[in-house]
C-alpha cells in the first residue's frame, strides 16, 4: 500500500495517530470526519475533508479529487452502553453508513480496504486466549454493527468484488465495555487475554 490513503475518522484519537505514521512512512493521508467526535486541531498531517461516510455525494467528490489507493475505516461510535440504549443509531451509524462507504470505495477502484473492527464481535469467550478463528457471536448493538460491516466485506470479497479487505479487532477498552453490557471477561471464571488481530475478513 503505497500513495494517499483516505483515512474515515482520522480527526479522532486513534485517526490521528494513523495519519502520523502514515505520513511519516511517506503516505498521504486525508482525513475524512465530521468532527462529531474528532478534532480539527488534531489533523496535522495530511488534507482534511469535513464529511459523513454515509453521504454518497461528499464521497464521490472526495474519492473522485483523491483518487486513494486505499482507505483506512476507524470512523464509528464505540460506546457499548450507548449503543444497548440507542441500538438503532449504532446499527445506522455504524453498519449502513459502512455500507455506503464500501460501495463508493469499490465503485472508485481502491485497492485495499481496512476496517477497524473490535473483539467485541466475539461475544462471551468460549477460549482464554481469543484466535480469529472464534466464533462471532455478538451480545450487543456495538458488537452486532461491527459484525455486520465484516459480513459485508467477507460477502463482497467471496464474489471477488473487492480485492482486499483487512479487519482490525483490538480489544475493548474498559470504559467502553462498561454496563449496562458487562465485559466479556466479567461473565466468565477466568479472565480471557483478547489480544489486537487482522484478518482478511473470510
Known sequence: ????VLVTGGAGYIGSHVCKALAEAGHRPICLDTLEKGHDWAVRWGPF???DIGDAACLEDVLSRHRP???LHLAGYIEVGESVSQPERYLHNN?????????????????????????????????DLLAET????????YAESKARVERALAARSARRIIPRPICCRSPPTPRSALAPTLPCWARTTRRPTARASATSCM
Open 1 to 4: 500500500m503505497s500513495g494517499v
Open 49 to 51: 475533508e469535513r464529511g
Open 69 to 71: 489507493s486505499a482507505v
Open 95 to 127: 453498519a449502513a453508513k459502512s455500507d455506503v462507504l464500501i460501495d463508493a470505495a469499490l465503485r472508485h477502484g481502491v485497492d485495499v480496504l481496512v476496517f477497524s473492527s473490535s473483539c467485541a464481535v466475539y461475544g462471551l469467550p468460549q477460549t
Open 134 to 141: 472464534h466464533r462471532i457471536a455478538p451480545i450487543s448493538p
